[in-house]
Structures are given as structure tokens and as C-alpha cells.
Nanobody, 122 residues
């Protein structure tokens, strides 16, 4: 079964940290660019950070640069998002997605996970 499964979402205070994980199965992990997206109530789904299949190229949205780090463990078929200095505006459902091309546009993703909730309290 081809799928990606997220974990690691939680309730955290502003200024805190979380690490999200996304484990892929049933697909050639190295063949796919992977990314994190988020969807907050009343807003459109947006790209947070993406990484190429080899892990050599990364993209960060302006609102997370310097706070979040994306990386992937090819041996474990797992994608991570280290989130530091979290703010209430980071509250959203976070999704992992896979794409055959290096893109952080939601419409370019071929496979989505079910999401993991991140809530940041002030």
C-alpha cells in the first residue's frame, strides 16, 4: 500500500519546539520530493517546506525561514520537520506530501497523508 503517515503533532506553548515525522511506504522514497504543508481554519492549504529526493535542495516559505528545518532519513524512509520558536499563527493541520517533481505547490503533490494537528498556545 502506497502511503505516507504523519506523526508528532501536539499542543505546545509559544516559543516551544516540535518535530514532525512522516514515514513513507510502498513507494521509492528517493524518487520523490517530499514536503510539509499546513491548513489553518479559514485559510488555504500552503506549502511550508519541501526537500528534493536526494535531499540536496530545500525550500522554505518566508514565514518559517530560520525557525523550521526539513530533513529526510533515506534509510528509514522518513521525512522530518523540526519546528522551533513556534508561534500561535503556526497552529494548523500539518500534512506530509510526495511529488515526482521538486515543488512546494499543493497542486503538484501526488500523495498526501492524513495530517497531524499542531496547536500553539499564547
Amino acid at each position: 500500500q502506497v502511503q505516507v503517515v504523519e506523526s508528532g503533532g501536539d499542543l505546545v506553548q509559544a516559543g516551544g519546539s516540535l518535530r514532525l515525522s512522516c514515514t513513507a511506504s510502498g513507494l521509492g522514497f528517493d524518487d520523490y520530493s517530499m514536503g510539509w504543508f499546513r491548513h489553518a481554519p479559514g485559510k488555504e492549504r500552503e506549502g511550508v517546506s519541501c526537500i528534493s529526493g536526494e535531499g540536496l535542495a530545500t525550500y522554505y516559505s518566508n514565514f518559517v525561514k530560520g525557525r523550521f528545518t526539513i530533513f529526510r532519513d533515506r534509510a528509514q524512509n522518513t521525512l522530518y520537520l523540526q519546528m522551533n520558536n513556534l508561534a500561535p499563527e503556526d497552529t494548523a493541520m500539518y500534512y506530509c506530501a510526495a511529488s515526482r517533481t521538486f515543488s512546494c505547490l499543493p497542486g503538484a503533490q501526488a500523495l498526501w497523508g492524513q495530517g497531524t494537528q499542531v496547536t500553539v498556545s499564547s
